[in-house]
């Protein structure tokens, strides 16, 4: 339906108010995957999500040591067990046969020696010859110095791996005087990869001044490290390197498919990915690993001296600290991020918990070789219900309809546009930040292609609405598809943070349709691009769009119609987390 005058007004207004949400209910810890599972959703919690993951209570952050053992995905991530702030941290875990529905266990590394008496932080696990886990992690000792440690499982024949012991000869390495190294600045070691000359290699992330740098150490024994003579790769400028990952991607045929870490050879490049302390923003190069000198090779150098060294993110919304792991049950590569959240500290005590896990995303590189491409894994369409599907319609410049049939608050949405005016796009002077392109012109500017896409978690009036959208752009005779989350109107809660994201994406809407993937859930929105090229998230705590107050619609802000060649929404079922 066209939008009315009045509702346009409404539309692009924005009232501002406030909410408030009591303390979650007590974490219950279960010990097999028998036990009951159930818990109640309370309907004073509207922002606690359905089926992503996150603990019942209390703070989370970094996924760490993912892996496949047993039949079974293990996911060990930072946490606070006495409140919902960062500090106090152990290593949780936490348990599923599909990476969606989870089992909590106890907690698996808390500290109890020197070298971690002031916590345990990031790290990873590594699969030994014959399957045998190991996990490196950094401790914060006495001197609140950062070292590397290791912990192996007290009883390998547990599938569910339910206690680690820590080695005595901890910490394995630390810095020193001789390699420059600050006590503040070594952590996050990486899953670790067996070379041919029958060494194991791990990375340490680290920086020297502005210089970050993944810092290489080398052992014939898993416990005895010694740092080599370089770092595998370091850039001026680009500040600390927290949780560093260093995986190979293949570049033929079968591109899907994942490898384990150590695989190396003609037909493989490698990623290095690195969480950028100064932009909090996850950032990766692709190139060639070098095992003989043990260095890598980017591809394509940024520009150093500033972050545009990086030129290639993840995910271009709120989203830091991820990490992959090869799953051998299904040939692929899988990764796992940290999404924190963007209401205010004292918002987040209230409510009793902070931050939570992206659904796990098969991770594997382009055809074109650029860049990397994202999915939501296979197992997540379990949980779908109830579809709605959508005959090609065109949806005309200032028209707003709404989706219906489908949970608005907790669906899963893929929709296709074809736009034939590309003639008629804006013509874009000089290259600009794409997130700022998008700040200037939210979904409320009306442009000539676009703004077109989704709003989602819409309250009924339009007070309250995430926009998820494209928007087509003229630059240097090319065409240019900016891709949008504008959560500049999301809430009337002037507390939360309601940053606009955005980002370029590498599609042709002359041969190719323009797709979208939102996954709505509560407070955290979803969104793949291009089947998977670009990828944003976002967190939005409406006060109005909640529950089943909240609205879906499909719209289209520019003059010129585009057609929606494909929509399939699903409602989500909860999953059986916690």
């Excluded at 546009?417 to 008629?424: I, R, Y």
């Excluded at 809407?509 to 509560?522: A, G, T, V, Y």
Aim: with cysteine; glycine share 8%.
């Amino acid at each position: 339906m066209a939008i009315s005058p009045i509702l346009l007004v409404t539309f692009f207004s924005l009232i501002y108010g406030n909410y408030v949400i009591p303390i979650e209910a007590t974490h219950h810890v279960y010990t097999t995957l028998d036990e009951s599972l159930s818990s109640e959703y309370s309907s004073n919690q509207p922002y606690r999500t359905a089926y992503h993951f996150q603990p019942l209570k209390n703070w989370i952050n970094d996924p760490n040591g993912p892996m496949r053992y047993g039949g079974l995905y293990h996911l060990f991530y930072q946490y606070n067990p006495k409140g919902a702030v960062w500090g106090n941290i152990v290593w949780a875990h936490s348990v599923s046969k599909d990476l969606v529905n989870w089992t909590p266990l106890d907690h698996a590394i808390h500290p109890s020696q020197p070298s971690d008496i002031n916590g345990c932080w990031s790290g990873s696990a590594t699969l030994l010859p014959g399957g045998k886990p190991v996990i490196l992690y950094t401790g914060i000792d006495p001197n609140n110095h950062q070292v590397q440690n290791l912990a192996i499982p007290k009883n390998i024949s547990d599938p569910l791996l339910r206690e680690w012991k820590k080695s005595p000869k901890n910490p394995l390495m630390q810095p020193t005087f001789s390699n420059k190294i600050n006590s503040s600045s070594f952590r996050d070691p990486t899953t670790a990869w067996l070379g041919k000359d029958g060494f194991w290699r791990v990375l340490i992330g680290s920086k020297i001044n502005t210089k970050g740098m993944a810092i290489l150490y080398k052992s014939k024994n898993f416990v005895n490290w010694v740092e080599a003579k370089h770092p595998l790769h370091s850039a001026e400028g680009t500040g600390m390197w927290e949780c560093p990952d260093f995986y190979p991607v293949l570049n033929q045929n079968k591109l899907t498919i994942g490898v384990d870490t150590s695989v190396n050879g003609d037909y493989v490049k490698h990623v290095l990915k690195v969480s950028l302390d100064d932009t909090k923003h996850d950032h990766y190069l692709i190139g060639t690993y070098d095992a003989v000198k043990d260095i890598f090779v980017p591809d394509n150098h940024g520009l150093e001296g500033n972050h545009q060294y990086f030129e290639l993110r993840y995910d271009y919304g709120k989203y830091y600290a991820s990490k992959t792991f090869f799953d051998d049950g299904k040939n692929r590569r899988v990764l796992l991020g940290w999404v924190n959240e963007s209401s205010s500290v004292a918002d987040d005590v209230k409510k009793g918990w902070s931050g939570i896990h992206t659904i796990p995303r098969a991770i594997w590189l382009h055809k074109s070789g650029k860049q990397l491409v994202q999915w939501p894994v296979k197992e997540i369409e379990n949980l779908r219900m109830n579809p709605v599907n959508w005959p090609t319609k065109v949806i005309k410049g200032g028209e707003l309809i709404p989706i219906t049939g489908v949970n608005p608050v907790q669906a899963d949405v893929e929709i296709s546009f074809e736009v034939n005016d590309v003639g008629k796009a804006e013509i874009l002077d000089h290259m600009i930040d794409p997130q700022i392109l998008c700040s200037q012109k939210g979904a409320a500017v009306k442009g000539r292609v676009g703004p077109f896409g989704l709003l989602v978690v819409a309250s009924k009036g339009l007070q309250e609405y995430t926009a998820v959208f494209f928007r087509i752009f003229r630059y240097q005779h090319k065409n240019l598809v900016l891709m949008c989350s504008d959560q500049s109107r999301s809430s009337l809660n002037k507390e939360n943070d309601m940053t606009t994201y955005g980002t370029f994406v590498d599609v042709d809407p002359l041969h190719e349709k323009l797709s979208l993937r939102s996954l709505i859930d509560h407070s955290v929105v979803e969104s793949f691009g291009g089947e998977g090229r670009a990828c944003i998230t976002a967190r939005v705590y409406p006060t109005l769009a909640i529950h089943d107050k909240a609205m879906l619609y499909a719209f289209n802000n520019g003059t010129s119609a585009v057609k929606i060649t494909r929509l399939n929404a699903w409602s989500m079922k909860k999953a059986k987390i916690n």
